[in-house]
């Protein structure tokens, strides 16, 4: 059998005849038909108040740090387990970052730990759903509201996932969408910033058109555009666009195989977990997946090992992340030192399998069987 590879980029078919029609429009670089068209989608489906096509998931959410006005000294609040974007964004604005440990279940931030947290230098709560799992959405907005500082959704992960029959990106004051190739659904490097207090929807589109009203000029509300605030250049070029809209209207589709594939891991994994040799994903049950993740805890110690066992059995599987509050920029830009135990002991026992649509039951099968030899070897050595 050939290899079983990591994580392989999903094309539906459209793709390059959509970026073909784009002749037709004459428009390749961002606010064109497929823009729009992607937008659309968004708004009615992840039922927000605005939804601006971005380059990353990183753009999105240094827009997001822009909006929120972040000035040096601010604090934000988040989980350090989780990608650098999520606090490289604001930092690039000088704020101080606030790690807080993770959930032993779902690895998210820990809601019962942010509100000691809070000072007044406190801007803002930044969320991840990791692996597409919702974090405790009801207990961390009411702790925002309270201390009225606004909730951001790191929702890289989360395209179509739900807490309590509400999509993820539709909870924060602001959320953000990575379509990077090897998110569920992609445009090679793309994302999207969501918006659901409307108070930030002009500032947004000022802030992705390099710092100018050019949105206004578009719609025929002003003559001329012109440098009206600070920004950049966000916006999602229709090359980019036409490629996600056609993945992005197949959306439930690629979401029920990805689960599919999630949910056969998760039966064969059934028996290590009994056996003491592992931990499955936990899901709560205000929580509906999107397949985005399948991941397993093991011991830290046979980690290294396992995934040494799996390479040399032709299966390619990862871990991530480095902690944050442990990395060398990380610490710098801290607002102190951390002790963060449950964050670290995860991120050094934590393993990602193969999840992808190329994928079928015979090559999870064959993963499952390679566990089971590995467990075998090490008898009682790999309890947990
Ligand atoms: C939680 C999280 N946030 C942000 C990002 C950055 O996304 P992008 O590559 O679209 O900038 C990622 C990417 O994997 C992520 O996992």
Redesign the pocket.
């Known amino acids: 059998m050939n290899k079983i590879i990591f994580n392989v980029p999903h094309i539906v078919g459209n793709e390059l005849k959509n970026q073909n029609s784009l002749k037709k429009y004459k428009k390749f670089s961002s606010n064109g038909y497929y823009t729009n068209k992607c937008r659309s989608w968004l708004i009615k489906n992840i039922k927000c108040e605005d939804a601006l096509l971005v380059k990353?998931?990183?753009?999105a959410?240094e827009m997001c740090a822009l909006l929120i006005d972040i000035k040096p000294g601010d604090e934000i609040i988040m989980p350090s387990f989780?990608?650098v974007?999520?606090a490289n964004a604001f930092t690039l604005r000088g704020a101080k970052i606030v790690f807080v440990d993770i959930n032993k279940d779902t690895l998210n931030i820990d809601e019962k730990l942010i509100e000691e947290n809070i000072t007044k230098k406190t801007k803002a709560i930044v969320v991840?759903h990791?692996a597409g799992v919702s974090c405790e959405m009801d207990k961390i907005k009411k702790i925002a509201k309270r201390y009225k500082i606004f909730l951001v959704e790191?929702a890289?992960?989360a395209i179509l996932s739900k807490y309590k029959n509400k999509y993820l990106g539709s909870f924060g004051d602001l959320a953000?969408f990575?379509?990077?190739e090897?998110?569920n659904v992609h445009c090679g490097?793309?994302?999207a910033l969501i918006i659901n207090n409307k108070k930030f929807i002009k500032k947004a589109y000022i802030i992705k058109d390099k710092g100018t009203n050019r949105d206004e000029f578009d719609k025929n509300i002003i003559k001329k555009y012109s440098w009206v605030g600070v920004g950049s250049s966000y916006g999602l070029s229709e090359i980019n666009s036409a490629f996600l809209y056609s993945q992005l209207i197949k959306v439930g589709k690629i979401t029920k195989y990805r689960v599919k594939i999630w949910k056969l891991y998760n039966k064969g994994f059934e028996k290590f977990e009994k056996q003491k040799k592992l931990l499955r994903p936990h899901i709560p049950i205000y929580s509906k997946i999107n397949g985005h993740i399948f991941y397993i805890i093991v011991k830290k110690n046979l980690r290294d090992k396992i995934l040494s066992f799996l390479e040399s059995n032709k299966i390619m599987a990862v871990f991530h992340y480095i902690p944050l509050h442990n990395s060398q920029y990380g610490k710098k830009v801290a607002k102190k030192n951390y002790n963060l135990k449950l964050t670290d002991l995860k991120s050094k026992s934590l393993i990602r399998l193969p999840l992808h649509l190329s994928l079928k039951k015979k090559n999870i099968d064959k993963i499952i069987v390679c566990f089971d030899k590995f467990f075998k070897q090490q008898g009682k050595n790999a309890n947990l």
Not at 56 to 59: P, R
């Open positions: 990353s998931c990183t753009a959410l989780t990608f974007s999520t991840v990791y790191d890289a992960q953000t990575s379509f990077h090897t998110k490097e793309g994302g």
